[in-house]
């Protein structure tokens, strides 16, 4: 673990170097160029972030938020640069992006459940044909990620069954059912009804609290101030500021993160 905790729960990267060893990166992403057509979409990014560090990623529309996210489980290829997960490059196809891509979990928006098959099935599919589980282990663990999201007792119903709050946290055990390295939250929230947020949110915090390396795009500023190690503000296809949670909300550098703020906190 590298993180620590202050008396209000939330964790502060520590930098902690293991011996014969610099301090563990999780996601390194180098110099990464995308463009759609003329558009140019992520400008030379770069972004280092350790093994259980929670960023939160703000920024307007457009800003390229999503597409960030996207290609750090390759759903987009970059067109150069780099991007390591746990020090492995990214490969560009084939089984060893599958096994990679396992690693990194993607939680979306839209739940995208399998609308015929069972919240457990859901759960245990990708395991057993990816990971090559016995259905016995697959559903052991699935049941205990069930649990654990609090949506035990709906293993044998479907999809559409459930609320949009129990579906997101299905969508969350299902990513978790992989082992991933890595989550990646893309406003896990944002389709919900107001009173089903918070119960995907406590989900997300005891998994930030777990020491899980935590990419989030959210506009849920208490989530960013509880459960965030650190705050990266996107413009323009560009990472502007990368800063500590208190110091972005309280102090943010530029005209562009001053003016985000005022929109989002001002109503
Ligand atoms: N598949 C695509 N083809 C062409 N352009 C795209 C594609 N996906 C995204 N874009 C464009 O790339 C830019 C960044 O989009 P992205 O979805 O990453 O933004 P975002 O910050 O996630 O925005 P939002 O807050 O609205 O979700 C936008 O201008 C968008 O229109
Ligand atoms: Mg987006």
């Known amino acids: 673990m590298t993180t620590s905790r202050d008396s209000e729960g939330a964790h502060r990267p520590v930098s902690k170097v293991p011996a014969g060893g610099s301090s563990q990166t999780m996601i390194s992403m180098t110099n990464v160029q995308k463009h759609f057509g003329d558009l140019h979409v992520l400008k030379d990014v770069d972004l280092e972030v350790p093994a259980g560090q929670v960023v939160v990623i703000l920024g307007p529309s457009g800003s390229g938020k999503s597409t960030l996210c996207r290609t750090i489980n390759r759903l987009e290829p970059i067109d150069s640069g780099e991007i390591r997960i746990d020090g492995k490059l990214l490969p560009a196809e084939g089984k060893t992006l599958a096994a990679l891509r396992a690693d990194v979990g993607m939680v979306f928006q839209s739940f995208n459940l399998f609308a015929h098959k069972t919240i457990l099935q859901n759960v245990t599919l990708a395991p057993m044909k990816v990971r090559g589980k016995s259905k016995a282990d697959a559903e052991k663990r699935g049941m205990e990620l069930l649990e654990r999201v609090g949506i035990a007792s709906q293993r044998d119903k479907y999809p559409a069954q459930l609320s949009g709050g129990q579906q997101q946290r299905?969508?969350?055990?299902?990513?978790?059912?992989?082992?991933?390295?890595?989550?990646?939250?893309?406003?896990?929230?944002?389709?919900?009804?107001?009173?089903m947020v918070n119960e995907v949110l406590d989900v997300m915090v005891s998994l930030a609290k777990e020491g899980m390396t935590m990419l989030v795009v959210t506009h849920e500023m208490g989530f960013a101030r509880k459960a965030a190690d650190r705050v990266?503000?996107?413009?323009?296809?560009?990472?502007?500021?990368?800063?500590?949670?208190?110091?972005?909300?309280t102090n943010p550098k530029s005209d562009r993160a001053r003016d985000f703020l005022g929109k989002i906190l001002g109503h």
Do not use: N, Q
């Not at 990266?232 to 909300?249: L, N, R």
């Open 170 to 195: 299905v969508a969350i055990a299902r990513s978790l059912a992989m082992e991933p390295k890595v989550m990646l939250f893309d406003e896990p929230t944002s389709a919900l009804d107001p009173e």
């Open 232 to 249: 990266i503000f996107m413009a323009d296809g560009a990472i502007v500021e990368d800063d500590e949670p208190e110091t972005f909300f």
